[in-house]
């Protein structure tokens, strides 16, 4: 009797389903971990930083970052070039530089009797742009067509920059004495603008104990490995060209960027170049995040980084001391979320 139950009886341990397996990382996620990863052993903390300028990289965008002085922001373009085997280069913008200190301009060679074109700073692949608000409009408008083209043009000749070319130019918060407002043709190149803050206590407790020990910082520089190449960026970004964007989602982005030109603290609302970098950095974001397809959560995300430089408060506004961040996450609140 027992072995007829016995027989009948079915194996639970075969019926048990096996545990669920993590997904296998993509090589997208495991390019940016490695990237991260790199960086963070010699630049700590800010992680907004780190990832929105490797999102503006490799869909060939450009960042501006406000920050207060001292938060090693050429530290991190050094790291930067370094990991990503790319040639960096830094402008320290003033009042007396000149268009030409930035592009380069012709010289005269005596040995052929000629004039020859002699590359300005420009010319690099991670370009940082110090201060860049200390410097006059003349000077500003040299990096327009460089940063949307990728040309410079000098005596009616154009000379081609390189890809991958990243400009991260920086701007100081506090210190308004000396400075010129940049011009709204300017920002509205910046695919992000991202605000810096200090450290958290144990991020500055781990760099003072980093920098604690005498050894020389090109010393920690060669000893970072490089984890890709200008050539895998340019694929990378192409590929990450691919990633799907449903129609809904297209919806929801230009909802966002159509509202800020009716929201009543707002004089002036954000381009159609907006709804641009909104689409091809929620792409880039969903593939460091292993998916070929975009959620809301990844536009959600960038939101303000992609409006906080393209919006303009009204005089109002400004009496009130209004935020733009503040007025820019009520205003995403306020657009229904698709379902895809």
Known sequence: MHEQESERMPDVSSLAQPPEQPAPRTPAQLLFDRMAGEIGKIFVGQHELVLGTLVALFSGGHVLIESVPGLGKTLFVRTLGRVLGCKFGRIQFTADLMPSDITGSPIFDMKTQEFRFLPGPVFTQLLLADEINRSPAKTHAALLEIMQEYRVTVERTSHKIGQPFLVLATQNPIE?????????????????????????????????????????LDERLDALAQVTSPEEIVAG????????????????????????????????????????????????????????????????????????????????????????????????????????
């Open 176 to 216: 308004s004495e000396g400075t010129y407002n940049l011009p709204e043709a300017q920002l509205d190149r910046f695919m992000f603008k991202l605000v810096l803050d200090y450290p958290s206590a144990d991020e500055e407790a781990d760099i003072l104990a980093m920098h604690s020990v005498r050894v020389d």
């Open 237 to 340: 970004g192409r590929e990450f060209g691919n990633v799907r964007i449903d129609p809904k989602l297209l919806d929801f982005i230009n909802q966002i960027v159509r509202l800020t030109r009716q929201w009543p603290q707002f004089h002036m609302g954000a381009s159609p170049r907006a709804g641009i970098a909104l689409m091809l950095g929620a792409r880039t974001l969903a593939a460091f995040r292993g998916r070929d397809y975009a959620v809301p959560d990844d536009v959600v995300e960038l939101v303000l980084p992609v409006l906080r430089h393209r919006v303009i408060l009204s005089a109002e506004a400004e009496v009130e001391g209004q935020n733009v961040d503040q007025l820019l996450r009520t205003l995403r609140a306020s657009v229904e979320v698709p379902r895809l």
